[in-house]
């Protein structure tokens, strides 16, 4: 079992950033692929981001691609979302997951999910 827990959402103007994290707890960290993923109102959740166990491999959506970046700290037991140039398209609910090895964009493939984290950009 693995708790995940996101903090750092806010609301922030166009153009600016924030960092997103994910303090996971119980089973053993360095062992899950991680990814975050977003959820605006009456839409679905969308794949955002994934970085493998170990940290070298990370995927981006498109949408997010040169803008984001994650990372990962399995000392800290920690993921983070850096979120840089934000739109107000990138207006959501944003979860942390997690799952074995193989990585997926897939959110049904996801065994594990924090409570999430709402960001706010404004126009």
């Known amino acids: 079992q693995v708790q995940l827990v996101e903090s750092g959402g806010g609301l922030v103007q166009a153009g600016g950033s924030l960092r997103l994290s994910c303090a996971a707890s119980?089973?053993?960290?360095?062992?899950?692929?991680m990814a975050w993923f977003r959820q605006a109102p009456g839409k679905e959740r969308d794949f955002v981001a994934l970085i493998s166990w170990s940290g070298i491999s990370t995927y981006y959506a498109d949408s997010v691609k040169g803008r984001f970046t994650i990372s990962r700290d399995n000392v800290k037991n920690t993921v983070y979302l850096q979120m840089n140039s934000l739109k107000p398209e990138d207006t959501a609910v944003y979860y942390c997951?997690?799952?074995?090895?193989?990585?997926?964009?897939?959110?049904?493939?996801?065994?594990?999910w924090g409570q999430g984290t709402q960001v706010t950009v404004s126009s």
């Open positions: 997951a997690a799952k074995g090895v193989v990585l997926t964009t897939s959110p049904f493939e996801y065994d594990y």
């Open positions: 119980g089973r053993t960290f360095s062992s899950y692929a």
